[in-house]
């Protein structure tokens, strides 16, 4: 075991270092205080003094001693006298002594000890676990970083070999730092607890509210999705590495880690300035990180740290959020929606007369537009933008205004022609509501395209129409005249197509029309001539859980001849001209007609087709049809009807209740007439007397 003194007899030309047994030697290391020749030394060893004869002026010298013969080797040795340069110095005539201390460890400082060992560590190119004390001088001796303790003559640490006047030139300033230290590791540490929340409160609002103040269906694509959640990860992380970088001295990860820290924090707020309503769900944790920003200058105003980094920061926080809240207040008017392909759609909401959409909302396209049917809009003049790609609204009468509409030289989406809107394949796709003629010949015409056009008086249906789909022309409360071209292929006509238009007089469908939705006339209370290829569905019943599809009521909103009540009461004429025959109570109390014209190709008419049709009071059944079948007139008012040869057989009641019935125009031999006697009483009296 070896044994260290620590007791210094100042004057007394040696030190005793220290003394170690090693079987049955013992091994002195003493200290030559003034570097003079030491001639012997005498070590009270037990109850004996034993001389070592030495003869050295060397720094250190080392004696050994064989202690076999020793009586008692409990006792620790201790220096008696020693002689140098033939002079004899006795230990006890030097009474002044000072003890020496033990070396402070390096862990009895805090984080700052990584600041000492790695300053050491660098200066003399050694492994940082090597410097385990602090280095420390009086004016007697001095404490190496190995734990060694030097006289102060020595120029270099007996035990590491450490130069004295290089260790002590080296000035770490540990207690300085020990208080910046601290101060900056509870600055970031408390900066960390805060981002954990403004991270957590904005990840927690999107996960019930949503995004927040704008809509942004883009949101889970990559870009929203590296903004909200790697961003601020890595935020976490470089806060993190901050902390560490701080705790342990580690200069070029505190540099990175710093650099990245504050580079997120700028990205964050120049994103904001450059695309706010793009970037808008990320607004709470701008807001979050903004303060943190001011909390940190504020923390580093106080401590007299004003570095230009902070200066910096402060001035592009305060900037942005300027310009955060101008956007903030400036967008929110237009309810925004950003969607998916990167274009923002505006929800307009404006009392401005003349209102021009706007190219781009804070470096992002405006490519849609919706006008909401709860807004009243005063917008007389609409000026589409140049990115512009769909508009939205119920119908024209949402801009119940609007009388002119223009469209940006470079957008390349739309053109205005004759004051209507149209698409770049030339398919009209806004009707100023203010517009009385209106010209349509796209292939097909999309539901409700042209409803509420107020003002409408003349329809034209372009040869090229097809398809005219549901609701296309509704509530055209004006619409007086439509008109079909000659070479018209329309070949469908929607349900409720021309609700209420309630001016409509006369309308002649096209021959190539095969089929009609419920409801085409319906509320067209003022009709009062309709030219049809046929009545109902289609030429032909194809619905099979219905009797009969072919009912006047069909074009008028219902499926059952029971509400005859639909059918206008200033409808006068109706004209069929291009099927073969009628099925069962196709104009069942039609009360208000009064000339019914069926084709020259009928072969057949239904059961009751013409029941109830009290103004009916002239009829021509025509040429091919063979059969007049049961009730067919029942209840009309029917005056005069003309029965061509064709004709073989009445059907029973075909025409009971006829009670006008006076004329009646038979062209064929009676005798090949067979007449039902059951209530056809009228119709035998006539034939009767013609015969």
């Known amino acids: 075991m070896k044994i260290f003194y620590n007791k210094y007899h100042v004057g007394f030309p040696i030190h005793i270092y220290s003394f170690e047994i090693l079987k049955d030697n013992a091994e002195f290391v003493f200290y030559n205080v003034d570097l003079i020749k030491i001639n012997e030394i005498i070590i009270a060893f037990g109850d004996e003094n034993i001389t070592l004869k030495v003869d ?14 020793v009586g008692n080797d409990s006792f620790k040795p201790a220096v008696y006298s020693c002689v140098a340069e033939d ?34 560590s660098r200066a003399f190119k050694s492994p940082r676990n090597e410097i385990k004390y602090i280095a420390k001088r009086n004016p007697h001796f001095w404490t190496c970083t190995c734990g060694n303790y030097n006289l102060n003559s020595f120029d270099e640490c007996k035990t590491c070999g450490k130069n004295q006047s290089a260790l002590f030139s080296i000035k770490v300033p540990v207690e300085l730092e020990a208080d910046k230290t601290i101060i900056n590791v509870k600055l970031y540490k408390s900066t960390m607890i805060w981002l954990f929340l403004v991270i957590f409160m904005q990840l927690g609002y999107q996960s019930f509210y949503g995004t927040f ?48 820290f504050y580079g997120i924090l700028a990205y964050i707020n120049i994103l904001s300035i450059i695309a706010f309503t793009n970037t808008a769900y990320m607004l709470l944790i701008l807001i979050g990180l903004n303060l943190m920003v001011l909390g940190i200058f504020r923390f580093n105003f106080r401590y007299k740290k004003r570095d230009m980094l902070s200066v910096v920061m402060l001035v592009l926080v ?69 990115n512009v790609e769909n508009i939205y609204m119920y119908s024209t009468a949402v801009l119940l205004h609007l009388e002119n509409v223009y469209v940006d030289p470079e957008n390349t989406n739309f053109y205005v022609e004759d004051n209507i809107l149209y698409t770049s394949d030339h398919q009209i796709y806004l009707v100023p509501i203010a517009i009385t003629s209106l010209t349509v010949n796209t292939e097909t015409i999309k539901a409700g395209e042209f409803r509420d056009l107020y003002y409408l008086e003349e329809l034209i249906i372009g040869p090229n129409v097809r398809i005219i789909s549901y609701e296309a022309f509704s509530n055209n409360i004006s619409l007086q005249s439509v008109t079909f071209a000659n070479n018209s292929i329309v070949e469908f006509i929607g349900e409720g197509a021309f ?39 289609e030429r032909e019943i ?13 074009m008028f909103g219902s499926r059952t001849y029971l509400d005859s009540n639909l059918i206008p009461n200033a409808l006068e004429t109706l004209i069929i001209y291009d099927i073969d025959r009628i099925h069962n109570v196709t104009f069942y109390n039609a009360n208000y007609v009064k000339n019914i014209i069926l084709p020259d190709t009928m072969v057949s008419m239904g059961i009751r087709s013409f029941y109830g049709c009290e103004s009916l009071e002239t009829f021509i059944i025509p040429e091919d049809v063979t059969i007049i079948r049961e ?61």
């Open 631 to 691: 009730s067919a007139f029942e209840k009309s008012g029917i005056v005069t009807i003309t029965i061509p040869d064709s004709v073989v057989y009445v059907d029973n009641n075909a025409f009971k209740d006829c009670d006008d019935l006076t004329t009646v125009i038979y062209d064929g031999n009676l005798d090949d007439l067979v007449i039902s006697s059951v209530g056809n009483d009228a119709l035998i009296d006539i034939l009767d007397a013609l015969s």
């Open 213 to 260: 103040l704008f809509e942004n269906q883009s949101i889970n694509t990559f870009f929203p999705v590296f903004n909200r959640f790697i961003i601020p990860s890595v935020l976490l992380v470089s806060n993190l590495a901050i902390v560490f970088s701080i705790m342990y001295y580690k200069k070029t990860l505190k540099l990175v880690s710093l650099t990245i």
């Open 542 to 554: 194809t619905d099979v859980h219905s009797e009969s599809s072919d009912v006047l009521t069909f």
């Open 499 to 537: 609700y209420n238009c309630q001016r409509l007089e006369s309308i002649s469908l096209p021959e190539s029309l095969t089929g009609l939705g419920v409801g085409v006339f319906e509320n067209c209370n003022n009709l009062t001539y309709l030219s049809t290829p046929f009545i109902g569905q």
């Open 87 to 120: 002079k004899e110095y006795l230990l006890s005539d030097f009474s002044d002594t000072f003890t020496i201390s033990n070396p402070d460890s390096v862990y009895s400082l805090g984080f700052e000890r990584y600041l000492y060992t790695n300053v050491l």
């Open 56 to 69: 050295s002026a060397d720094e250190v010298v080392k004696c050994k001693l064989d202690i076999s013969n």
């Open 318 to 386: 305060f900037l942005s959020s300027i310009f955060m809240t101008y956007q903030w207040s400036n967008y929110t008017e237009n309810d925004l929606i950003i969607n998916p392909n990167g274009g923002v759609r505006i929800n307009v909401d404006t009392d401005l007369e003349e209102y021009i959409i706007p190219d781009r909302l804070n470096n992002i396209d405006v490519t849609e537009v919706y006008f909401s049917l709860n807004n009243d809009y005063q917008i007389t003049d609409l000026t589409i933008g140049k």
